[in-house]
């Protein structure tokens, strides 16, 4: 369970990962926790096995697929990283934001989602809530609070936000929504991978927080995790309950590895807070770019909403060419980068691009006259990707 203890919520990011997650019974001698592997549970008593099975939603393990000890140590990491109550591990980051979304949707019922959503959220609310009986409404990212509060409609159980969107990077006023929600009985689900620690999502009206682990927190390109962190013990049993009937489950490997990661995790995100806007600023100055779309970026988009929400910035971010510089330039740039390889994901320690142009759905879609790529920065030095990003536009 997650570290209740004053004290201990006021200590630094850099005490906490060195702290969490090692409070797990018999591993009072290892630094870290080893792994626990098996599926069945043995008991000496049909007692000892049936108070088991019964804590569903506390820490006892009556077989594999309900988690473990890695699973446990890893869940409390994360929940005193983002501020939360309880967090529950599933497997992918995709998991995370299905069943934050199922915990707390039923047929009938409506959800309001952010139009800057990532893809395969987007799908499974227009193909699995439709087809629940769910209905959806996406609404523009920046949309402001009261501009949202017209969309609320009698049946509104939850909103979904990202900030920013993992591909156009417009910041939401979050707390400006969560106090809507509030005032219509709504639950505040937020796509919190971006933020991380940067965004403390429970103190700005969270009440579900989700994140790929797969990014940041594992940190090596090598895992794929989600969790889904909560504000009270309340939604942790809606979250229990799904994640326990639709059998979703995580490697004790991977929580493992995960939690390794997690120990630099406070080193990583600042060497990259720092890269990223030595970066951005240089590439923002370059003829070729139009704009760059990095909110830590003073003069960029929702930099004023950031500046107010966060306490630092992730290395992913966008850039837009100017016209004439067309979706085939952009393309030969990508290709002609040394450093930056094309690849998905992010938050490992190697730098990724990515062209963003026609991939993006939106309502309505938006204007595709210009290209774009998404960028993003890793462990390298700053001046090393400058150098591949100025040889790469040269070529083009």
């Known amino acids: 369970m997650a570290d209740h203890d004053d ?66 140590a890893l869940e409390d990491a994360v929940a005193a990283i983002e501020g939360g109550d309880r967090c529950q591990i599933v497997s992918s980051g995709a998991a995370a934001c299905s069943v934050a979304l199922l915990s707390v949707l039923r047929s009938g019922e409506h959800v309001l989602v952010t139009d800057g959503v990532y893809g395969p959220t987007r799908q499974f609310c227009k193909s699995v809530l439709g087809n629940l009986g769910v209905e959806v409404t996406f609404y523009p990212p920046t949309i402001s609070a009261s501009e949202l509060a017209l969309a609320f409609r009698p049946t509104t159980r939850a909103v979904f936000c990202e900030s920013p969107s993992s591909h156009t990077f417009e910041v939401q006023d979050v707390p400006g929504i969560a106090g809507v929600a509030r005032q219509h009985g709504a639950v505040v689900i937020l796509d919190n991978t971006w933020g991380v620690h940067h965004f403390q999502p429970f103190e700005h009206g969270v009440d579900i927080s989700v994140q790929a682990l797969t990014k940041y927190l594992s940190g090596h390109s090598d895992v794929c995790l989600g969790s889904v962190t909560v504000a009270s013990p309340q939604l942790f049993e809606q979250v229990r309950d799904m994640v326990l009937a639709l059998g979703q489950y995580a490697s004790p490997d991977d929580c493992w590895l995960a939690l390794r990661g ?135």
Not at 31 to 47: A, C, H, I, K, Q
Not at 50 to 55: E, K, P
Not at 58 to 69: E, F, H, M, P, T
């Open 7 to 72: 004290a201990r919520r006021k200590r630094g990011l850099l005490t906490t990962l060195t702290r969490a997650g090692r409070s797990t019974e018999n591993t009072a001698r290892y630094v870290n926790p080893p792994v626990y592997r098996g599926s069945t549970v043995l008991f000496d008593t049909v007692e000892d096995r049936q108070r088991a099975v019964s804590s569903r939603y506390g820490r006892a393990v009556s077989y594999g697929v309900n988690g473990g000890a890695n699973h446990h």
């Open 262 to 396: 997690a120990r630099t995790l406070g080193l990583r995100l600042a060497h990259q807070h720092s890269a990223a806007i030595q970066v951005a600023e240089w590439l923002a100055a370059h003829p070729a770019v139009a704009q760059v779309l990095f909110p830590a970026l003073s003069g960029a988009p929702g930099h004023d909403i950031w500046r107010r929400d966060f306490s630092g910035a992730a290395s992913l971010f966008g850039v837009e060419f100017i016209d004439g510089f067309t979706i085939g330039k952009s393309h030969a740039l990508l290709e002609a980068l040394r450093l930056f390889r094309i690849g998905a994901s992010w938050g490992g320690f190697e730098s990724l691009a990515l062209p963003t142009t026609g991939y993006i759905e939106r309502l309505p879609a938006p204007d595709v006259g210009r290209s774009r790529v998404r960028l993003y920065v890793g462990l390298e030095a700053p001046e090393d990707l400058i150098a591949d990003l100025k040889q790469a536009l040269d070529a083009c």
